[in-house]
C-alpha cells in the first residue's frame, strides 16, 4: 500500500507564469514520454511481477517515485496559470482578458474544465490512454519498454528545458532530466545483470530457438526496388548480437503463394457479383 | 513511393480453420505489439530521418518489410474465418450456426462489420491507435523503442504459436518470430554502432549533462517504509553504464516545499468557500 | 427543437431473451455502422447546413427518425438481458448464475456497468467515438458519407437478422432493413438531383479543375512489380465519370526526387551522430 | 511525495483461481467505475486545489489509499490467472489448453500481451481513458464527481460479489464495499460542511445569479407531444432547493428563431449547388 | 420517437462572429461536461430505465430537451465562423486570410473537416468519446452523475459567459447557464423523493450492508506519513450520514499480506531467469 | 508483399517553411479525411477480398500508391519545420524562440515528441483510430466508403491548398487534388461496371428483399411537428433507384408499443425503490 508526504520531492518554482508553458507541461503529465504512463508502467509491472521478488521491489521503488513526478508537474502546471504575475496580469487587464490568453496558445481545458490546473492529457488535450502502460510479464521485454519511454521522456524535457526562459522551470527540469538519466541506466543496469544481450536475446529467451525458421533469424531483408543503395552496417555482416548466428544481407523475394479466399458465405451478405465471381466485363 | 507483388513474403496455410484463432491473431495485426505499429513506427522513423541517410533506407526497408506481415497476418484471419472446413461446418451446422461461432469466442466483428476478415483492432476489437507509433527524432530512443516492439511482439507471437495446433499457423509463426529475432538485433546493432552504452546515454546525449543536477543522476531513490528491504542490484553500487558517475543507494526524502496555491481567480467560477478560504467548521 | 413520444416507432418484442445478442445488437446502437452515428451524423450536417434550406429540412427529419432508431434498439438490449424468459433463468438457476451468462458470451459491461442495459458502445464494448460523425461541409460528399453508412448499416443488420431465430427481433430488423433501403435511395436521390455524376464530381465541383495537375486527374497508376497482371476494368478505358477526360493505364515510376531533410536543429535534441552526419561505420 | 509498503492494505487472496473472473475484475481497474478513475481523480483534484488547504490533504489522503486498491486488484487478477489450482490445471490439461482457457471466457490480452497478469484496461479492453479524471476546479462539482465514482463504483463491486462464489475475492471484496461506503459519505460529508443545497446550488455558486435567465432556472420543462404523461414529482412544484425559486410545469414551445446560416464561403468548397443556393428541382 | 420543429429552443444570436470563441464552444458540445453527453447520458438512461416508470419518462422529456441545446450550440458556431462580420472580413482581407484565421486560434478541423461547421468534439478536438454516457441501472448512481454533468457544465457555461463580450452569446449562454441551475436540482429532487441521505445510501442500497466489512464502512483512512496534519472534517467525526454508523479517524496501516505471485507458467515465455527465480547477482 | 523505391513519387519542394502549415498538412496525414485512412482502408479491403480477384488486385495497386502519398506528406511536414528559411530563422532569432514558434501556431507535439517531424495525428493531434478503416466484405458499400473518403480527402486537400502561399506545397496538392480526382472516379467506375444503382441496390443486393418490411421501403418519413414545412425533392416521388418501388411521403406516427422493461433483477444492485417500484410521493 501506498503513504503520502505533504512536500514535493523537489522543489517547484515558478518565477514568471506562463500559460502557454503550462501547456507544454501536459505532455510530460499525460503524454506517451510522461510521468503518468511511466508511473502506472512501472507499478503494473510491479504488481504482476513474477520471478525474482527483487525486481518488484525495485520497480514499486521507483514507480512510486513517479506518482511524485506527476505532483511536481501538476503542481507547475497550476502555477504557470496563476494571475499573481505581472506578465499574465497584463493580459488580464487587456479588453476581453480571459479569451486573450485562452486564445494566446494555452490550453483551453485547463480553464474551461479543469478552471486553471492540469489535466490528465496530452499537450494537444488528448487524454492519457492506458495502452502505453506496457507490462508484459517478460522482464527484459519490460526493461527495453522502461528504457524507451525514459528515452523519449528525457528527450522532451529537455525540450521542454528549451522552451522556457524561466530560471524555476529551468531548475525543476535540471531535476527531472537526472531522474530520467539514472532510470535509463538503471533498466539497462538489469538487463547487464540477466546477462546483456547473450543473456537475454532473443527476447524473450525461454521460447526455443529450434522452434523458429532459423533460416532467416539474421538476415537483413532488403526491399528496395533496383537502383535503391543497399544500407549496410553492423546488421549486414558478423556475429549476431545474441552470438548465435552471422548477420546476412538478403534481397528478398516472395516465398509465399498467392493468396486465394474462398468465395463470401452466404451469411455474410457480400454483393451477388463477388458470390457469383462474375464483374460487369465478364 | 512503394510497389506491391501479388504474393506473400511467407507462404500461409491453415489446416483446420477455427476462428477463435481468428481472433487472437487479430492482438498480431492491430494491437499494441503488432504489425501495423512496427510497420508505420518504422516508416515515420524514415520519413522524419535527419542524419545519416543510411539509417532512413535501413527504416525504409524494414518497414515496407513489415507491410507484407500485415497482409500475411490478415490473410490468416481471413483463412481462419472460412466454411471450408469440416470443424467450422460442423459449427455451422447447428440450429442458429452464426450465433454459436460468434459466441464461441470469435471477434463479433469479424462478421458483423468485416464479412468474414480481418480488422484494423487488437483482440478486443480495440482500433489500432496511432499514437502508438514512436518517433522521436532521437535516434537511439528511436531503436530502444523498436527493440521494444520486436521484443513484446515475439512474445506475442510465441504466445500465439503455444495457443494453435494448427500446422499451417504454426510453420507462419516459425517465420514471424524468426525475423522478431532479427530484427530485435537489428536495432541492438544500430545501438552498438554508435558506440553502445558509452555513444549513446544519457539519451539525448546531445543535452550537455552538466545541465542537469547531476548529484541525482546516478541515484537509486528507494521510497519504502521503514521495514520495506532495499532491493539492491547493479543499479545501487558499481560504475554507471555511461561510465560517468557511481551508482549510489538514496533512502529519498522531499527536496521540495509543501505546495501552495493562490486562491481560484475569480474568472474560474469556483465555489464561493474556495474564493474566501472558509469551509463549514471555520 | 425536439419532442418525444412515449411510444417506440415500430414495435420491439423479444420472444427468447438471449443475452448473448444482446451484445450483438451493441454494434447497431454503438458501433461505426450504428445508429447513434448516422443520427449524430444526419443532425451536424443539418446543423451546419449551408445552401438550399430544403437540404437542412430533410437531414433533420431522418436525423430525427434515427433517435428512435436508437431508442428500438436499446429497448432489444434491455428485453434481451431479461431473466423472465426459461432460457435465461435455466442459466440463472446454475451454480454461479451470474457467471455462467457473463462468460457465455454476453457483454460483461451491460451487466457490471449498466445493471443489464444498453451501453454507448459497440459489440466488443468499444465507445462510441465521435470522429465518425461525417459532416464535411460539402452537400455531394455528405451525401456518399450517408450513402456508405447506410449500405454498411444495411450488411450489419441482415448479418444480425441471420444471427437471431427470434420472431420478434427478426420482425424488427426486417423493419430497419426497410428503412436502410429507403435511405441509402434517399441520398442518393439528391446526387440525381444534383445533376448526377456530371453535376457533382470531382467532388467538390467548386475548386477549379485546372488548377489540378490535370495529366494525371483519369490515369489508373499501376504500382504492381513486373509478373503481375495489371487488373484492368471501366477505370482503366472509356470516358472518365464526370466527362471530362479519357481512363488511362499507367505503370507509375517516381516523378520526385529522393527526399533530403536537414540535419536536426540543436533544440530538438536527436543524438550528436545524427547532428554530426557520423555513424559507427565512418 | 509518496511513499509504499511491501504489504497490501487488505489481505487478497485466492481460493479458485479462475481466469474468467479475471476479465471481469478489469472493470475495477480499469473501467470507467474502477480504482485508476478514483485514485487519479482525487489526486489530481488534490495537486489543483485552491482554497482551504485540508481540502487538498482531505482528497491526497484518499488518492493515495486507491493506489493501494489498484494494487489489491491487479493482484487479485494475477492470482486468478495462476495454473496452481485443480480447476485451471484440468483445462490445460485438455488438447489444446491455452486456446481453451483464452476462449473460455477470459481476457485474452491478460495472456498475449501481459503474460498472465492484469492490463490499464476495463472487462472488455479498452484501455483507461484519462479524460475521466474529474477535476473542475469547483469543489462542489468535484464532490458530486467523487459521490458519483464511488456510487457506480459500490454498484459495481456489488455485482462482482455477485459474480463469484470464492471465499477470498468474497473477502476482498467486502472490504472495498465498505470503503465505498465510507468514500460516498466522506464527499458528501465536504457538501454538508459547506452548507448543504443552500450552500452550495447553483454549483458554481459564485456566479451572480442574476446573470443568469431566471425565468426558466426552476422550470420543468416538458418535450412530450400530446398523449405524453407528464412525469409530476418534487421537480415540478415545491421551493426549489436552493431556497430561492418554486419548481414550475412548463410545456415548452421555441422560444428562437429558425436557423439561417449564410451560404458557403468559397474557399470551403461546398458543391457549387450550394454556392447559389440552387438545387434539381428548382 | 421523436419529433422536430425547424425553430431553435431558444434565440441564438451572433453580434461579432469570432472564430477562436466557435473552438471553446466546442467544449461545450462534444466535452466531458457537454450537451451530446448529457443528452445521450438521460436518454441512455430512460431506454434502460426499470422500477417506477415516470422516471424514465421524466429522463426522456429531459434529455429530448438537451437535442435542442446541441442544435442552438452547433448553430452558434457555424455562426461565429461565418465571413459576414466586419471583424472577420478584416481578418479575411489580409495577405493570405484563411491561415492566419486557421492560425489565430480557431479549431482548424471546423474548416478543414467542415468547411466552417460545428464537430462532434471538445475544445481540443478531441472526438466525443461514449463512455461518458453513464447509466448504471442505479437510479441514485445515475442522478448524482446528471448532478455532476450539470454542475461541471453549468461551471462551463459560466467560464464561457466570462469569455466572450458578444451579446447575442452571452444571452444564449444566460439560457443555458439556467437550464443547468434547474437541471442540478431536478436530479436532486429526485435523491430527496427518494429519501434524501437516509432513503439512498450507501449506494446501492439494496446490497445487505451486513455484507459488507463493516469494521472499515465510516473510518477515514489517513496515509499521510509522520508530519503530515490529519485533515479533519464533518468526515472525521459525527453521525455518518446515512444514520447507521460513527465517523472515525484511522491511521491506516497494511491489514494484508506481502503479495506473492506463482513463478511464471512456461506459455507464457518469461524470460528464463525469471521462470528460474534466478538473477544476475545470485 | 511490397517494396520501396527511394524516390518520391511526385516531387515536394517548400519554398517558406510555416511550421502553422506544418500542422494544417497533419490532416491529410493521420485525419479521418487523410492518406493513413485511405491507405489502411483499400489494403485492408484487398487483404479480405473474396469473389473476383480483379478487385483485390486493383484495391492492392491503389493501396500502395497511397503508402507514397504519407511519405510525401510527412516529408511535406518535416521540411515545413526546418530552420533554414529566412522566416523561421527569424522567428528563431527572438528572445526564446522555440516557445515563439511553438506558441505561434504549430502542433507542439511535432516537436516535444517528434523533434520537428510528422506524427500519426490529426491537425488537432488526436491520433490516428484504426476505426476508420471500412473493409466490410460487401464490395458495393465498401466503393462508396471510399467514394466517400476520397470525397471528403479532395475537399481537405482543397482547403490546404487555400491555406498556403507556398508554391513548393501548391503545386505537390495539385498533384494529390488530382488523384483524388481519379480515385473518386475508379470506385465509382467499379458501381458501373457492377451494374450501377439497379445492379448494386439495396445493398446488400444478395439478401432477399421479400425478407424486408416492403411497406416501408421507400417511403419519407417525415418526423416535424405542425408547422414545419415538408422538404420534398427527388426522395418524395419518382420511380425509387433500384427500379423496384415508387417513392412516398409519409408523416410518421408510432407503430410501436409504450416500452415495459421488467423490474430490475436483484443482482444487478438497482436502489431498493425501483425493485419495489415505489417512489417517494407514492
Known amino acids: 500500500m501506498f503513504y503520502y508526504d505533504n512536500k514535493l520531492q523537489y522543489q517547484v518554482r515558478v518565477d514568471t507564469p506562463d500559460p502557454r508553458f503550462a501547456r507544454l507541461l501536459q505532455q510530460a503529465i499525460g503524454g506517451v514520454e510522461g ?74 481545458r485547463q480553464y474551461l474544465s479543469a478552471g486553471m490546473a492540469a489535466l490528465a492529457s496530452d499537450a494537444n488535450g488528448v487524454p492519457f490512454n492506458g495502452s502505453h502502460v506496457y507490462a508484459s510479464g517478460n522482464l527484459a521485454a519490460d526493461m527495453y519498454a522502461n528504457v524507451t519511454a525514459e528515452a523519449t521522456g528525457r528527450a522532451l524535457a529537455c525540450r521542454l528545458f528549451e522552451a522556457t526562459d524561466d530560471p524555476g522551470m529551468k531548475d525543476m527540469l535540471r531535476f527531472l532530466i537526472a531522474r ?11 538487463i547487464e545483470e540477466l546477462g546483456g544481450h547473450k543473456g537475454t536475446l532473443p527476447i524473450p529467451n525461454s521460447f526455443p530457438v529450434e522452434e523458429e525458421l532459423r533460416d532467416v533469424s539474421y538476415d537483413y531483408f532488403f526491399t528496395g526496388v533496383e537502383g535503391v543503395e543497399v544500407p549496410s552496417g553492423r546488421w549486414t555482416q558478423g556475429q549476431s548480437l545474441d552470438g548465435m548466428g552471422e548477420f546476412r544481407l538478403n534481397a528478398v523475394k516472395p516465398m509465399g503463394q498467392e493468396p486465394k479466399l474462398a468465395p463470401p458465405m452466404p451469411q455474410a451478405y457480400a454483393e451477388k457479383q463477388q458470390m457469383e465471381g462474375t464483374s460487369g466485363d465478364d
Open 180 to 190: 530520467d538519466t539514472m532510470h535509463q541506466q538503471q533498466w539497462l543496469a538489469v
Open 35 to 108: 510521468e503518468m504512463r511511466v508511473c502506472l508502467q512501472y507499478l503494473f509491472q510491479a504488481f504482476g511481477a513474477r520471478g525474482p521478488a527483487k525486481y518488484r521491489n525495485m520497480l514499486m521503488s521507483t514507480g512510486t517515485e513517479e506518482i511524485g513526478h506527476i505532483e511536481m508537474l501538476a503542481t507547475a502546471v497550476a502555477l504557470n496559470l496563476e494571475g499573481s504575475s505581472s506578465r499574465v496580469k497584463d493580459e488580464f487587464a487587456a479588453n476581453n482578458p480571459v479569451v486573450e490568453a485562452l486564445m494566446g496558445g494555452m490550453d483551453p
